[in-house]
């Protein structure tokens, strides 16, 4: 099972990025996907999540309306559109995939996912 986060980058802010997951080696469609970050020092935070169909969205109040988060999974990944980037969206942001919406929507991140990816580094200067 394999997860490759790729779309990172430098960007002024109010800039955009759109940020992509490729999922191999699991029925992708089978499992909800989400967004985290990591930034300097800091711990890794929950930024975003989208169920198994696409349906259902979550976010970190720090990103919503400004990130959208959205799946093919004909193509086997999922992407965040991220616009009007800030100097403190500055991290290094991973995909991940579980089963289960409720885990990887956990804005606490209470929850060990199976899967993650390597990670992308997107920084964002001012």
């Known amino acids: 099972v394999q997860l490759q986060a790729s779309g990172g980058g430098l960007v002024q802010a109010g800039g955009s990025l759109r940020l992509s997951c490729a999922a191999s080696?699991?029925?992708?469609?089978?499992?909800?996907a989400g967004w985290f970050r990591q930034a300097p020092g800091k711990e890794r935070e929950f930024v975003a999540a989208?169920?198994?169909?696409?349906?259902?969205?979550y976010y970190a109040d720090s990103v919503k309306g400004r990130f959208t988060i959205s799946r093919d999974n004909a193509e086997l990944a999922a992407y965040l559109q991220m616009n009007n980037l800030k100097p403190e969206d500055t991290a290094i942001y991973y995909c991940?995939?579980?089963?289960?919406?409720?885990?990887?929507?956990?804005?606490?991140?209470?929850?060990?996912?199976?899967?993650w990816g390597q990670g992308t580094l997107v920084t964002v200067s001012s």
């Open positions: 991940a995939a579980d089963p289960a919406l409720w885990k990887v929507s956990d804005p606490h991140m209470g929850y060990i996912l199976p899967y």
């Open positions: 080696g699991l029925a992708f469609n089978g499992y909800a």
């Open positions: 989208i169920s198994w169909s696409g349906g259902s969205t």
